[in-house]
């Protein structure tokens, strides 16, 4: 059964978190230089920037691709996401 979007980005959220990665929602378009959504490293603190003029389908696979990066084997992640993770 799919989940709802809300619940999904909550499972991911709760991964990023374990992972101390801060996720951050902000209007881009209102930006004085151009920031695109994605994963960055600031300060030596791990960061998602998410646009919140994109649908939360696009957070999820940003989220989902960033949290590719990371090693996710000693953590709880949701099976979902496991699940998409190992099958790209």
Same mark, same amino acid.
């Given at each position: 059964m799919m @989940?709802?979007?809300e619940s999904r980005i909550r499972d991911i959220k709760e991964t990023a978190e374990k992972l101390s990665i801060k996720i951050e929602v902000a209007d881009l378009n209102d @930006?004085?230089?151009?920031?695109q959504s994605?994963?960055?490293k600031l300060n030596?603190?791990? =960061?998602i920037i998410l646009d919140?003029? =994109?649908p939360e389908e696009e957070h =999820?696979?940003?989220?989902l691709n960033t949290l590719k990066q990371f090693n996710l084997d000693d953590?709880?992640?949701a099976d979902w996401i496991r699940e998409k993770i190992e099958a790209d």
């Open positions: @989940q709802d979007i @930006q004085e230089f151009s920031i994605g994963y960055c030596g603190e791990d =960061l919140k003029n =994109l =999820l696979i940003i989220m953590i709880y992640v």
